[in-house]
């Protein structure tokens, strides 16, 4: 699973499949759905942020079970960067996108129907809320952050002209993966072979993953073994392999509850 500060918990997507003419409704009181993503992001964010400095009851992931105490001054306290991208965070995050737009739709054009829609997602939006803190805020013990999107160039190769998607992760020197980086589209042309090099990597980071695949959303891994940092890979000349789809990122170590500590609001 993705890092929640990776970004993109939600897209405008989300946002259609629960309110389909959303974008039209949007284009028509000049709303932008991206704008209202980020600031639900930043909502949440600051909601957690809060929530990280107070004590809670952990349960590790396996066999640890729940980790309490009597001293509420030695229970777990987390790190924004940390927590994990979970089903009920993402739809925290959806519904308080659309709890925004509509209470900007309902300013914008004085619609009592989208003032019920406001009201009806801002009650969602605190149901979400509290699911996330009945069944835990998930958190990385360490976190890896999502790479940004590796450079990208050719070199001599008897392959013929490709068109490609590309992907990397980072790894960490226990095998865990980060989610992958935002999707680069390449072209490349006759007698030319792919070259993909990562960028400056976190701290923690011991190795890392290319993905290529032919279509958008299609993600394989290409190298066998990890690769080392400082390194790029280089397509081979059987062009794209036919590895592994790549995955959600790394799970959580544990799961953290703090219901009576959120900021309310």
């Known amino acids: ?22 974008q039209e409704v949007g284009s028509a009181a000049g709303i932008d759905l991206a704008v209202k993503l980020e600031l639900a992001h930043e ?16 349960y ?6 729940w980790q309490t105490t009597s001293g509420e001054a030695a229970l777990a306290r987390y790190d924004v960067s940390q927590i994990v991208v979970t089903p009920p965070l993402k739809l925290w995050v959806t519904f308080q996108a659309l709890t925004l737009f509509f209470r900007d739709a309902h300013t914008r054009r004085a ?20 699911l996330l803190l009945q069944t835990g805020i998930g958190l990385a013990a360490n976190p ?42 390449v072209k490349t042309l006759s007698a030319k072979a792919l070259r993909v090099t990562p960028k400056a990597p976190p701290a923690g980071v011991t190795n890392w993953n290319v993905y290529v695949g032919q279509s958008r ?13 400082g390194s790029a890979w280089v397509m081979t000349e059987t062009g794209i392999e036919p590895g592994a789809q790549i995955g959600d990122g790394q799970p959580a170590d544990m799961y953290l509850t703090a219901p009576r500590y959120l900021q309310r609001g």
Do not use: C, H
């Open 1 to 22: 699973m993705a890092l929640f500060t990776d970004g993109d918990v939600s897209t405008p997507n989300d946002l259609v499949g629960y309110e389909a003419d959303i």
């Open 43 to 58: 909502e949440v964010g600051a909601q957690l942020d809060a929530s990280s400095r107070r004590p809670g009851n952990v």
């Open 60 to 65: 590790q992931s396996g066999s640890g079970g």
């Open 111 to 130: 619609n009592d129907k989208y003032l019920a829609k406001w009201r009806e997602y801002g009650e969602m939006a605190k149901w979400a809320r509290e």
């Open 144 to 185: 890896i952050p999502r790479p940004r999107v590796p450079e990208i160039d050719s070199v001599g190769s008897t392959l013929g002209p490709l068109s490609m998607f590309v992907r990397m992760t980072w790894l960490d020197a226990e095998g865990r993966e980060s989610a992958g980086s935002a999707e680069k589209a």
């Open 217 to 229: 959303g299609e993600a394989l891994k290409q190298n066998a073994d990890p690769l080392p940092l």
